[in-house]
């Protein structure tokens, strides 16, 4: 796979970041980095320039602790409590532990399983979902547990003119609940009771960076759309979310121990693994959020709130 190291205009400095793309349409690996250690201006912005890019970016053999992991953080944006539901770890209030014994939970008792089922942008029943997660892999399965992204704004550009100009005008209502056919935990239901999130937000969100448009549109929170009967609704995004799970919008991320994943939650959708769950491996993994602002539609309204606070920093 070629790599490229980044260009710049006269004034700019070059960096030691390469960007390897690893699919079409989403996903790089970048080199030329270590994350554990403050990072030139330069090396910010190329990776930032990377993530806007490709939605998801991902690092190899980058053994951090949960200090250098929230430093690494911070120096993209504000970082966020661990998780508005589910706090954070007690001594790093900002890193949310996600491990597998933890969310073993919530995948009892599945009813209906469809193929977008688990397939979710990060908190967007939050009037300012978080900008970006960054997810680091400590206990790594051997083979196994490999987490799949989705370009949000490939999706939207491969919809029909037709239908771009009339999802355009539509607005979602999302809300921390999760979908009927996953029957949650008792701890899950019990904390979003006491931190309920309802917003109204565009179908179409414009990347207040690239200036693309997404088909913000990620399955969990979002529950319908507004202005549509419940018919109409229920049809639309289910027709809405087969397509933006199709295979040639993604890349699939094979972890080791020391691989990080950094993605855009303005432009990607991501979906955690259950093959875990078939086996006796362990999976113990620690990710940080970065503090979103409110999205935009194309028509330049903002989200509303409907229920709950905005997420600010920790
Ligand atoms: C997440 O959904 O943020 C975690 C993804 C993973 O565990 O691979």
Redesign the pocket.
């Known amino acids: 796979m070629p790599s490229e190291t980044m260009s710049h205009d006269a004034e700019t400095a070059p960096s030691t970041v390469t960007v390897t793309p690893l699919a079409i349409h989403i996903g790089a690996e970048i080199g030329g980095v270590d994350l554990s250690r403050p990072l030139a201006p330069e090396q910010v912005r190329d990776i930032r320039a990377a993530l806007v890019r490709w939605k998801v970016v991902f690092f190899r053999d980058q053994p951090m602790n949960h200090r250098q992991h929230i430093d690494f953080s911070r120096q993209f944006g504000a970082v966020t409590p661990g998780h508005v539901v589910y706090g954070g770890d007690g001594e790093f209030p900002e890193i949310?532990p996600?491990t597998k014994h933890r969310?073993a939970n919530n995948f009892q008792d599945q009813v209906l399983l469809r193929p977008w089922t688990g397939w979710?942008t990060?908190l967007t029943a939050a009037i300012n979902p978080p900008m970006a997660?960054i997810?680091r892999g400590v206990v790594v399965p051997p083979y196994g547990?490999?987490?799949q992204f989705t370009s949000l704004v490939a999706a939207y550009n491969a919809l029909s003119p037709a239908m771009r100009g009339f999802v355009d005008g539509l607005r979602g209502i999302h809300r921390n609940a999760p979908p009927q056919e996953v029957k949650a935990g008792k701890e899950y239901e019990e904390l979003v009771k006491k931190r309920t999130l309802i917003s109204e937000h565009p179908l179409v969100r414009v990347h207040p960076e690239s200036g693309e448009r997404a088909l913000y549109a990620g399955p969990i929170h979002l529950k319908s759309i507004a202005g549509l009967s419940p018919r109409e609704s229920q049809v639309m995004l289910e027709m809405l979310w087969e397509h933006l799970v199709r295979t040639e919008f993604t890349v699939r991320?094979k972890?080791e121990p020391g691989s990080v994943?950094f993605w855009d939650n303005r432009a990607a959708c991501?979906?955690?693994?259950r093959d875990i769950f078939d086996s006796d491996f362990d999976?113990e993994?620690y990710?940080t959020t970065l503090v979103g602002d409110v999205p935009v539609g194309v028509d330049g309204r903002p989200s509303t709130s409907i229920q709950g606070d905005p997420i600010t920093a920790a």
């Open positions: 949310y996600i969310t979710h990060d997660s997810l547990g490999d987490t991320f972890w994943a991501h979906l955690a693994p999976r993994f990710r």
